[in-house]
Antibody, heavy 114, light 112 residues
């Protein structure tokens, strides 16, 4: 069974960087595509980007140069870094198996506040 | 970016009632490889989203067959044939044909 688990701080100060980890069990991240999606207060969902089985990445242009997704294949983990956060980045962040979104983590709520 | 317009935003149903949710895309979701990457998710209260239907009409393993998907091009529909209490939550359509991938705004299914 594929399981994903996000981890990281729940509170980040404005202008700082948000860093999250997604730990995957039951499936190698050297196969398939692995993404980050966030849900804002209310119902709006936003695809942020993914890292592929080969390590290539694709990002939502709305995040411009603020986003980076990397991985550690030895630990079967992938990571999200979002720089220069503002209060508008307050959301619940999910990692998921990209493609048909058939596996999701439980989500981590991140609040950007001073 | 592709805009997915979901209607209605809120749906009130009784147990056993059949309901439909529409998802209309601002451009065709038919990929050059012949697939249409339109999927349906359900997020129950306090839970992560779960996949119900992928590639327009394919039922995800373990999902009850009261859920069905249909459509093509720009118009898609999710149907629930006989709502059950466990179906309550927010339904999303999501497209994976055109980057950046986008979600509909969600349809909240409530009990009447």
């Amino acid at each position: 069974e594929v399981q994903l688990q996000e981890s990281g701080p729940g509170l980040v100060k404005p202008s700082q960087s948000l860093s999250l980890t997604c730990s995957v069990t039951g499936y190698s991240i050297t196969s398939n595509y692995w993404g980050w999606i966030r849900k804002f207060p209310g119902n709006k969902m936003e695809w942020m980007g993914y890292i592929s089985y080969s390590g290539s990445t694709s990002y939502n242009p709305s995040l411009k140069s603020r986003i980076s997704i990397t991985r550690d294949t030895s630990k079967n983990q992938f990571f999200l870094q979002l720089n220069s956060v503002t209060t508008e980045d307050t959301a619940t962040y999910y990692c998921a198996r990209q493609g048909v979104y058939n596996n999701w983590g439980q989500g981590v709520m991140v609040t950007v506040s001073s | 970016d592709v805009v997915l317009t979901q209607t209605p935003p809120t749906l009130s149903a009784t147990i056993g009632q059949s309901v439909s949710i529409s998802c209309r895309s601002s451009q065709s979701l038919l990929h050059s490889n012949g697939n249409t990457y339109l999927h349906w998710l359900l997020q129950r209260p306090g839970q992560s989203p779960q996949l119900l239907i992928y590639l327009v009409s394919r039922l995800e393993s373990g999902v009850p067959n009261r859920f069905s998907g249909s459509g093509s091009g720009t118009d898609f529909t999710l149907k629930i044939s006989g709502v059950e209490a466990e179906d309550l939550g927010v339904y999303y359509c999501v497209q994976g044909t055109h980057a950046p991938y986008t979600f509909g705004a969600g349809t909240k299914l409530e009990l009447k």
